[in-house]
């Protein structure tokens, strides 16, 4: 009897010996998984660091000069000092022209302060007809304006290229001499790859990639969102001074983000 209790006992041992490791392992490599979830996310939040948005001109453009009225001196605008400029600043390269994917792109400008109470804007296609034109109220205090194209405006078509214009109002009205600026715009389409890419990018990634692809408009575009909304975030900060420090425009790259 004794032997049968013996070799009862080394039997359930034995079973004990094979199977509770293998329960053990497979506990412990759910729980393995389960704690290297956190890891993956912060790998990917560690990663965020390491983004750089630059700029990557998509060719040698031919500098365009700045103009505003029809009789107005061009150099006005380029020879002043930013801060004692009676004009706006665009938030574009030296060429004052740039790429778009968007149908309804935003345009940066610094605005000075001014006594002037409106900023016209006007968007003309090639062939020199109106596509869009209004006049924007503004404050007295300086700082960075968004100017979007309103989505009730008929969208940008792709390869075609259009003319800006920002004029500051005083109150003598808008003028002939009145000084302002102007600068181009295109809308192209990113590659296949790239466009798959933007569904898994974060905004941050998305702003590398466009300045990657020389996409101006919505490089500036999406940091300048970002930046209004996480004003507190070191890394996006560092990146638009950057940015705006590539293209010659670092003596504006502190000054404040106005409201749409």
Not at 87 to 106: D, I, R, Y
Not at 151 to 179: N, S
Not at 200 to 212: I, M, R, S
Request: aromatic share 6%; proline share 8%.
């Amino acid at each position: 009897m004794k032997i049968r209790q013996n070799t009862s006992t080394a039997i359930a041992l034995g079973f004990l010996s094979v199977f509770l490791p293998l329960a053990l392992g497979g506990s412990l490599a759910q729980r393995t998984v389960a704690q290297s979830e956190p890891h993956r996310s912060d790998r990917r939040v560690q990663d965020q660091t390491l983004v750089q948005v630059t700029f990557e001109p998509p060719g040698d453009g031919e500098p365009t000069d700045t103009a505003g009225g029809a009789s107005r001196d061009e150099d006005i605008c380029a020879q002043q000092p930013l801060e004692s400029s009676p004009c706006v600043t665009p938030l574009m390269p030296g060429t004052q022209s740039g790429l778009t994917v968007a149908q309804h792109p935003e345009f940066y400008l610094y605005v000075p302060e001014t006594e002037a109470t409106e900023l016209f804007f006007a968007l003309k296609d090639a062939n020199n007809r109106h596509h869009y034109q209004t006049k924007i109220p503004i404050s007295g205090g300086g700082g960075i304006l968004a100017v979007r194209l309103p989505e009730e405006v008929p969208a940008l078509e792709i390869g075609q290229t259009y003319r800006w214009t920002f004029i500051l109002v005083g109150k003598d009205g808008l003028r002939p001499d009145t000084p302002g600026v102007q600068g181009g715009i295109e809308r192209v389409e990113l590659n296949p790859n790239s466009m798959g890419e933007l569904e898994v990018l974060t905004p941050l990634e998305k702003a590398a990639l466009y300045g990657a692809e020389g996409i101006w408009y919505d490089t500036m575009s999406t940091l300048a969102q970002l930046r209004r909304s996480q004003p507190d975030d070191a890394i996006v900060e560092e990146n638009w001074r950057e940015l705006l420090a590539s293209v010659g425009l670092e003596a504006i790259a502190e000054r404040p983000l106005l409201s749409p």
